[in-house]
């Protein structure tokens, strides 16, 4: 409910200030919405919620979650723009911020239980038997894209978010370390069985 | 050279090996045409992840407020909506013939406490005098629904596709509503009680005297009944509507009430939403989420973890933990030294002297405090431009009904001229209705159609003073002959009339409410005349 109403306080653009904002160079933009800008807010806002929606689609299981998670995330980057200190790509920064988000919302909506298990091996284990099955052809069709996408968003959450934060967010291991609150050795576990389960999926769905 | 493990090779391809070893594992590659191969697919598996990730899913593509089409209805949804609105009027036409208690002696629409009251009255006789006929009534739902499921599933298994349709969804959320024959497990009876030591693994619907649950309900709890206790756990939703609802237990998902009293003294998981006479949160109570709630009063002495919402004529009293913000509107609002708000507060009340902030409570955000000042409400522009507003909303209304109806708006109009019967059928429908749709709703498979009741009654409502104006418009100008043109003055002239009269202290009231009256029965008149075959 919140959220909801959140969405509806969230920057519109506005049609004339949009034009304007439209050609500007994002560095621009940044310094606008820095001062609060209502226009610049919203020139952000209509540059990249797709993106960030897309990511929260991912994490989130169900839409309303991710339109709340979005919206959310757009009012958190309107109060910590100013943190913002351009070391990271914006667009990099703006997906860690609503990564959190997501890992939050996953969190509450487990009531405590922790999102992310940690691969049962525990962190020191680095290395696991090589899979059977190989790597994913190099060149798929468009249909393969789609079920490749279908079954990732599938995959049970722990394997899920680590890779959706490292191949739709392109964050490094620390980073999604730093998110899920596991070790770095924890996420390289979770990303390569990740891959083996979805390749395993595939694979089973072909036949 | 020995070979190297896919899962180093998968690190080197996602730049997270060290840098020697990648220098190490680069050289071996030269030389060995196994771990080039391996090293190319990864890669390649990687782009192919990256690539379909990026290209959203088509629903993902954009949150709702950039696709205004949500969701397109195909005609299994129109079949199942006519299955649901035909269940609907049967269920309706059923209600008729049953004898409902004469609701009109403690009714007043225009009282929030006899609503209450009438609420509250209605339940009494379910539980007195009614539980037999709803458990009949009951056995019918869940036949009908039995009969709908097979229909629905029918009509969905002929379409492809994941269960996104609306049709599936609102088949589903009538199955978890109405089920009482194998979804809902009923109780009745002087007192309902769910001991320590039980586990009720449905939805538990509960309509007694006093309801305690000191076990456990795994679905939702939906009690009607003087006094609710939950002690024990409740896993889903507790929907109260009782006189006085205490929580001191857990509930894991929403609170939804309609209760004179609301104390929590345990942990709930997500909010509360309602209309309570009185709420109130002692120090061991938390509140997962936030709070929208009309009150009476409210004392928060608990913790909140996100914002709060209360509209209330009278006080509210915080000296608890609100995460976020704290938004009132009401009479008087009192923060203790102890009190905590994280985010801003923000406060509408009469007098700036009702909002006591003691030195000691904290506000994280900003502090919004305005007075409401009633008594100048004339003086302001935006009040005056606000009525313009309406003013021309009603005429817009009134206009675009001729346009497209103009027999049943001069019929109507001219109904409201039979006076007394107009009037008597008016308070009625103002009060039958209400009556109705609670009926209705209280049966749970009619709650879409009690909703569909309550948004024709309060556009009904709206309209009454659309047939009242024109009336009083032509019978005081006396067109010899009724152009649209001449219509439409004299609604204009009659609603200016009718909206000054409303400004008049104490006697406004009374002529807003015969206003409504008197159009709601013509309204009702003319609608059931022009059911009736032409002779």
Not at chain 1, 102 to 130: F, K, M, N
Not at chain 2, 156 to 180: D, E, K, M, N, W
Not at chain 2, 232 to 249: H, P
Not at chain 2, 403 to 429: C, D, E, K, M
Request: hydrophobic content about 45%; aromatic content about 8%.
């Amino acid at each position: 409910m919140d959220a909801k109403r959140n969405m509806a306080k969230a920057p519109e653009p506005r049609e004339g200030g949009t034009r304007q904002m439209e050609g500007m160079e994002l560095e621009s933009v940044i310094e606008c919405a820095r001062g609060h800008d209502a226009e610049a807010l919203g020139e952000i806002y209509r540059r990249y919620v797709r993106r960030v929606f897309g990511l929260c689609r991912y994490m989130l299981n169900s839409r309303e979650s991710a339109e709340d998670a979005t919206s959310e995330v757009f009012l958190k980057m309107q109060r910590s723009i100013d943190t913002y200190d351009r070391s990271t790509p914006f667009l990099r920064w703006l997906l860690r911020v609503a990564g959190n988000q997501c890992i939050d919302a996953l969190r509450r909506q487990q009531r405590g239980r922790r999102a992310i298990v940690e691969a049962e091996d525990g962190a020191a284990v680095i290395e696991v038997p090589s899979s059977e099955t190989s790597p994913l052809g190099a060149v798929i069709s468009k249909e393969e894209r789609a079920d490749l996408r279908d079954a990732t968003a599938r995959l049970p959450e722990n394997y899920r978010v680590p890779l959706v934060l490292r191949y739709y967010s392109e964050l490094s291991y620390e980073e999604i370390a730093q998110q899920l609150d596991v070790e770095r050795n924890n996420v390289a576990t979770l990303i390569f069985r990740g891959k083996q389960e979805l390749r395993r999926r595939l694979r089973d769905r072909s036949k | 050279m020995e070979c190297y493990s896919e899962q180093t090779c998968a690190l080197a391809v996602d730049g997270e090996l060290a840098a020697d070893e990648t220098q190490r594992l680069r050289d071996h590659l030269t030389s060995c045409q196994r771990c080039r191969a391996l090293v190319d697919a990864l890669r390649a598996e990687n782009r192919a992840l990256s690539e379909s990730l990026n290209e959203l899913p088509e629903e993902a593509a954009s949150p709702a407020r950039f696709s205004p089409q949500h969701s397109s209805w195909g005609w299994g949804d129109l079949a199942i909506l006519a299955v649901v609105l035909t269940l609907g009027s049967i269920i309706s036409g059923w209600f008729n013939e049953l004898d409902i208690p004469a609701a009109v002696e403690w009714f007043n629409p225009f009282s929030v406490s006899g609503r209450t009251n009438l609420t509250f009255q209605l339940f009494y006789y379910f539980v007195h005098g009614g539980t037999a006929m709803l458990a009949d009534y009951a056995a019918v739902v869940g036949w009908i629904c039995l009969l709908l499921l097979l229909g629905g599933s029918a009509l969905l298994l002929g379409r492809r596709g994941r269960p996104h349709y609306p049709g599936l969804r609102l088949l589903i959320v009538l199955l978890a509503l109405s089920l009482p024959s194998f979804a809902l497990e009923r109780r009745h009876g002087e007192f309902v009680t769910v001991t320590a030591n039980e586990v009720v693994d449905d939805t538990l619907v509960a309509t007694a005297n006093m309801v305690r649950v000191d076990g456990v309900v795994n679905g939702d709890l939906l009690t009607f009944g003087r006094t609710v206790e939950v002690r024990g756990t409740v896993k889903g939703d507790l929907i109260s509507f009782a006189q006085r609802t205490e929580v001191s237990g857990t509930v894991e998902g929403h609170i939804y009430t309609f209760a004179r009293t609301l104390d929590l003294e345990g942990q709930l998981g997500h909010s509360i939403y309602g209309a309570v006479q009185s709420l109130h949160i002692n120090d061991r109570g938390r509140v997962g989420d936030g709070i929208v709630v009309a009150v009476g009063e409210a004392s928060l002495e608990g913790e909140v973890k996100r914002s709060v919402n209360i509209v209330t004529g009278g006080s509210v009293d915080v000296s608890g933990a609100i995460g976020r913000d704290l938004t009132m509107i009401g009479r008087s609002l009192v923060l203790t030294n102890t009190a905590r708000i994280g985010g801003n507060l923000s406060a509408r009340v009469r007098q700036l002297k009702e909002v006591q902030i003691a030195d000691g409570a904290t506000i994280g955000g900003k502090r919004d405090i305005q007075v409401r000042v009633r008594e100048s409400s004339f003086t302001r522009p935006r009040f005056y431009f606000h009525q313009a507003v309406w003013f021309a909303g009603a005429i817009l209304v009134g206009w675009l009904g001729m346009l497209f109806y103009p027999g049943f708006f001069q019929a109507t109009t001219q109904l409201v001229g039979s006076g007394w019967r107009s009037l008597g059928l008016g308070v009625g429908v103002l009060a039958g209705v209400p009556l109705a749709m609670v009926v209705i709703a209280i049966t749970l498979v009619g709650l879409p159609l009690s909703l569909m009741v309550l948004a024709l009654y309060l556009a009904a409502i709206y309209l009454a003073k659309i047939w009242v104006g024109a009336f009083l418009g032509r019978t005081l100008l006396k067109p010899s002959e009724a152009t649209k043109g001449d219509w439409l003055l004299g609604l204009l002239v009659g609603l200016l009339i009718l909206t000054l009269l409303a400004f008049i202290p104490y006697l406004g009231g009374l002529v807003r409410l015969g206003v409504v009256c008197l159009g709601l029965g013509a309204f009702a008149g003319q609608l059931y005349r022009a059911s009736q075959p032409a002779t």
